[in-house]
């Protein structure tokens, strides 16, 4: 089955240091990874994918994320954090195999900016 | 751009009442999606549709029901709502990748439904 991890739940960085939010995969053949950023009431905003090519991502507002397929990782990074950043993130795996229709989400991570 | 616009941002009802959250997208995709989002269980999918009238049962579809009479709405259905039904109400849309392109869903605004 499909499915991505996000082990931590919340993530706290000050203003200005280099901020990670982890995601972690499973699937069956190849990976197709997104991240999305939710704010407060909002729905989800796009913000990166990775179907195939460079490890390095490069996304909106600043942000990237780093395919690992031995460690089986798509982590989000910015190097440096604004108190903006401040929202919900998810990543999420679309299912090419069994139906390419579902995307699978994680259970989001809380990130907090502290100015 | 995209625009997924859901009817209503909140929405207060009864135990019991029948429910309808529309949703409308504006980009001639083939496939829009229901999920619900609680704290802690991330996004799960209820309801998706590939094409016009044409449905398949998602992770949680219990208590739900939906409707795609027309290719840019798609209707769910809280057939008697309860007060477990309370939860962030979110519509996608996407269509069939093209090389690198489209693989991503889209997203309205959300609705936050409450059931007294």
């Known amino acids: 089955a499909q499915s991505v991890a996000q082990p931590e739940d919340q993530v706290n960085v000050a203003e200005g240091n280099p901020l990670t939010v982890k995601c972690t995969y499973s699937?069956?053949?190849?990976?197709?990874l997104f991240w999305y950023v939710q704010y407060p009431n909002r729905g989800l905003q796009f913000l990166l994918k990775?179907?195939?090519?460079?490890?390095l991502v490069k996304g909106s507002y600043g942000f990237e994320a780093e395919f690992n397929k031995s460690q089986t990782s798509f982590h989000l990074k910015k190097p440096s954090a604004l108190v903006s950043d401040s929202a919900l993130y998810f990543c999420?795996?679309?299912?090419?195999?069994?139906?390419?229709?579902?995307?699978?989400f994680g259970s989001g991570t809380k990130l907090n900016v502290k100015p | 751009d995209v625009k997924v616009t859901q009817s209503s941002r909140y929405l207060v009802k009864r135990t019991g009442e029948k429910v309808f959250l529309e949703c409308v997208q504006d980009?001639?995709?083939?496939?829009m999606f229901w999920y619900r989002q609680d704290p802690g269980l991330g996004l799960r999918l209820i309801y998706f549709?590939?094409?016009?009238?044409?449905?398949e049962k998602g992770d949680i579809p219990e208590g739900y029901s939906v409707s795609r009479e027309k290719k840019e709405r798609f209707s769910l259905i809280l057939e008697s709502a309860s007060t477990n039904q309370t939860s962030m109400y979110l519509c996608?849309?996407?269509?069939?990748?093209?090389?690198?392109?489209?693989?991503?869903?889209?997203f309205g605004q959300g609705t936050r439904l409450t059931v007294v």
């Open positions: 999420a795996v679309r299912d090419m195999v069994r139906n390419f229709n579902k995307f699978y």
């Open positions: 990775y179907i195939t090519g460079d490890n």
């Open positions: 549709s590939y094409d016009v009238k044409m449905k």
């Open positions: 699937v069956s053949g190849n990976p197709y």
């Open positions: 996608a849309s996407s269509v069939a990748p093209s090389g690198q392109l489209y693989w991503e869903a889209f």
């Open positions: 980009m001639d995709h083939e496939n």
